[in-house]
């Protein structure tokens, strides 16, 4: 996860702890210490949804799926997660809002001293339950809106899914929940980028996440709706440029690029370009801190049946299951070939990527898409749309920082 | 090791939608054979095409297990999460 205002516009923000170890110069309140190296868990609660998208990585369903963990049994994997030092879990789905203890183990992970926060579609979020939400702890609301509202419809197949998307922000917004946009860029909504950023602002929305496809799930469907590389940069280059643009309007909004980092690279060229050196390398520095692709190691997933995956995307490889040994158990136990080369991956990557000058800062990017792709674990990133001029071109040079953790919401 | 000592039977399904195929690894022919998590597929073909791009880089065998026919026991120290019951 790359945040764009920060690196740009300097703009704070609350997860800046996770993603650039930025915690001691921040005036938010941030993250520290020891949870800064443990990985952020997303617990997909249900499989269950109410709507049925086409990029669904979840592959989510209208129907309960059996094997769902239990309330108790959700409790105790809380307390599991709190015990190993987990700082954040993103209560995520199919749709969580079908489950009507969302509100129970929200407020338990808050009392456990995980960060709860919740991705969903919005279209369940009444004035009664961004209330309850609100009251159970919850810190951050994470709406998915992918276009305006015929693609947006299109996509999640339901006519009305976008206008009850808003209803739902306008909810979360009403109950003082601090809440964002979530949206993953294809060939189909890239047009309705800005559109939707316009919009939304209007109804007081401040944060805004694009998520780049990856190849899970039903993700593995819509390759053919994937971006090329040339319509990514404009893509990514959209963000850059509406973000400075809201900045130099005094609007404050903090715009997000997730799933590929390549951006990350991009970014410095951005700065480099629009800002010139001394900025491209402070942008460097803290890209560098951020540590790159975070799979296997800053960000996992718990799915609803307990199954502990590598990214939420990566759904059917599963590392071991809750239910047969602690998350914190799995998590460390490197006797798994995977789980050990993915953290100790730049010495294996071939391709492009054994030569890219900014192997630091993206690691590789995508395992999952690599391997579904290309069927090697190691092999560059298909998605990666940085020319060879520019892995061949010298990063900023700065001094050796270590790495850092990693965010999802 | 008397009986009751892995008193917890943990049989809830590894997946619902698909077949779950518990993976073993041997890296080396004097190493172990290790348990390295699953695939989802749902045939052995395809779970074995998977496990085969997942480790072929330093795998010298691979066993794959259909879960269902796995059967799990254990300790109720072992997973607070298997030991957790609704209304406790």
Same mark, same amino acid.
């Given at each position: 996860?790359?945040?764009?205002?920060k690196?740009?516009?300097d703009l704070?923000?609350e997860g800046? #702890?996770l993603r650039y170890?930025?915690?001691?110069?921040?005036r938010?309140e941030?993250?520290?210490? !020891?949870?800064?190296?443990r990985?952020?868990v997303v617990?997909?609660v249900t499989k =269950?949804?109410?709507?049925?998208c086409?990029h669904?990585?979840?592959a989510?369903?209208?129907e309960?799926?059996?094997g769902?963990?239990?309330t108790?049994?959700?409790?105790?994997?809380?307390d599991?997660l709190?015990?190993?030092?987990? /700082?954040?879990?993103l209560f995520?789905?199919g749709? /969580?809002?079908?489950?009507?203890?969302?509100?129970?183990l929200?407020a338990?992970a808050d009392?456990a001293g995980v960060?709860?926060?919740?991705?969903?579609?919005g279209?369940l979020?009444?004035?009664?339950r961004?209330?309850?939400?609100?009251d %159970?702890?919850?810190?951050? %609301?994470?709406?998915s809106?992918?276009?305006?509202?015929?693609?947006?419809?299109?996509f999640r197949?339901e006519e009305?899914?976008?206008?009850?998307?808003v209803?739902?922000?306008?909810?979360s917004?009403?109950?003082?929940l601090?809440t964002?946009?979530?949206? &993953?860029? &294809?060939?189909r909504n890239a047009?309705?980028?800005?559109g939707?950023v316009?919009?939304l602002t209007?109804?007081?929305?401040?944060r805004?996440?694009?998520?780049?496809?990856?190849?899970? #799930?039903?993700?593995?469907?819509?390759?053919?709706a994937d971006?090329?590389?040339? =319509?990514?940069?404009?893509?990514?280059?959209t963000?850059?440029d509406?973000t400075r643009?809201?900045?130099d309007?005094?609007?404050?909004i903090?715009?997000?690029?997730?799933?590929?980092?390549?951006?990350a690279?991009?970014?410095v060229e951005?700065a480099?370009e629009?800002? #010139?050196?001394a900025k491209?390398?402070t942008?460097?520095?803290?890209l560098?801190?951020?540590g790159?692709?975070?799979?296997?190691?800053r960000?996992?997933?718990?799915?609803? =049946?307990g199954n502990?995956?590598?990214?939420?995307?990566?759904q059917n490889?599963?590392l071991g299951?809750v239910?047969?040994r602690?998350f914190? %158990?799995?998590?460390?136990?490197?006797?798994n070939?995977?789980l050990t080369a993915?953290?100790d991956?730049e010495? !294996?990557?071939t391709g492009?990527c054994?030569e890219?000058a900014y192997?630091d800062?993206?690691?590789?990017g995508s395992r999952?898409?690599?391997l579904t792709?290309e069927?090697d674990?190691?092999a560059?990133?298909?998605?990666?749309y940085? &020319?060879?001029s520019e892995?061949r071109t010298?990063?900023?040079?700065v /001094?050796?920082?270590?790495? #850092? &953790?990693?965010?999802?919401? | 090791? *008397? +009986?009751?000592?892995?008193?917890?039977?943990? +049989?809830?399904?590894?997946?619902?939608?698909t077949? $779950?195929?518990?993976?073993f690894v041997? $890296?080396d022919? +004097?190493g *172990?054979l290790?348990?390295?998590g699953s695939?989802?597929a *749902?045939s052995? +073909?395809?779970a074995r095409?998977?496990?085969?791009q997942l480790f $072929?880089w330093?795998?010298e065998?691979?066993?794959l297990?259909?879960s269902?026919?796995?059967e799990?026991?254990?300790?109720?120290a072992?997973?607070t999460v298997a030991?957790a019951?609704?209304?406790?």
């Amino acid at each position: 996860m790359i945040s764009v205002s920060k690196l740009l516009c300097d703009l704070d923000a609350e997860g800046d #702890g996770l993603r650039y170890d930025a915690a001691e110069e921040s005036r938010k309140e941030q993250i520290r210490d !020891r949870k800064q190296r443990r990985p952020v868990v997303v617990w997909n609660v249900t499989k =269950q949804c109410n709507l049925y998208c086409e990029h669904c990585y979840a592959a989510a369903d209208t129907e309960v799926a059996d094997g769902e963990l239990s309330t108790a049994e959700g409790k105790a994997l809380l307390d599991d997660l709190a015990d190993y030092g987990v /700082p954040v879990v993103l209560f995520s789905g199919g749709e /969580p809002l079908v489950r009507d203890d969302l509100e129970e183990l929200i407020a338990y992970a808050d009392e456990a001293g995980v960060r709860p926060v919740l991705s969903t579609n919005g279209t369940l979020i009444t004035e009664d339950r961004a209330r309850s939400l609100r009251d %159970a702890g919850l810190k951050y %609301a994470g709406v998915s809106v992918d276009g305006l509202p015929e693609r947006n419809d299109a996509f999640r197949g339901e006519e009305g899914a976008f206008d009850a998307a808003v209803r739902g922000i306008r909810n979360s917004l009403d109950a003082g929940l601090k809440t964002g946009l979530r949206y &993953t860029i &294809t060939e189909r909504n890239a047009p309705d980028l800005r559109g939707v950023v316009d919009l939304l602002t209007d109804e007081g929305l401040d944060r805004f996440c694009f998520y780049h496809l990856d190849y899970g #799930g039903r993700g593995t469907e819509i390759l053919d709706a994937d971006l090329t590389p040339d =319509q990514r940069r404009e893509a990514v280059e959209t963000v850059c440029d509406m973000t400075r643009d809201y900045y130099d309007r005094g609007e404050e909004i903090e715009t997000l690029l997730v799933g590929n980092y390549a951006d990350a690279a991009y970014i410095v060229e951005y700065a480099r370009e629009h800002y #010139g050196e001394a900025k491209a390398r402070t942008v460097y520095e803290y890209l560098r801190t951020n540590g790159g692709d975070p799979a296997g190691e800053r960000v996992a997933d718990v799915d609803y =049946q307990g199954n502990v995956h590598l990214t939420q995307f990566w759904q059917n490889y599963s590392l071991g299951n809750v239910r047969d040994r602690p998350f914190g %158990a799995i998590w460390e136990d490197e006797s798994n070939p995977v789980l050990t080369a993915l953290r100790d991956r730049e010495s !294996r990557l071939t391709g492009k990527c054994a030569e890219c000058a900014y192997s630091d800062v993206c690691r590789g990017g995508s395992r999952l898409r690599a391997l579904t792709v290309e069927g090697d674990l190691f092999a560059p990133d298909p998605q990666c749309y940085l &020319t060879d001029s520019e892995i061949r071109t010298p990063p900023p040079s700065v /001094p050796d920082t270590g790495t #850092g &953790t990693g965010t999802a919401d | 090791m *008397p +009986d009751d000592s892995l008193a917890v039977t943990v +049989d809830e399904p590894r997946d619902a939608v698909t077949r $779950e195929w518990e993976l073993f690894v041997r $890296e080396d022919a +004097d190493g *172990p054979l290790t348990h390295a998590g699953s695939v989802s597929a *749902p045939s052995a +073909d395809i779970a074995r095409e998977q496990a085969a791009q997942l480790f $072929e880089w330093t795998a010298e065998t691979l066993w794959l297990c259909p879960s269902e026919e796995v059967e799990r026991v254990q300790t109720d120290a072992v997973s607070t999460v298997a030991s957790a019951e609704d209304g406790a």
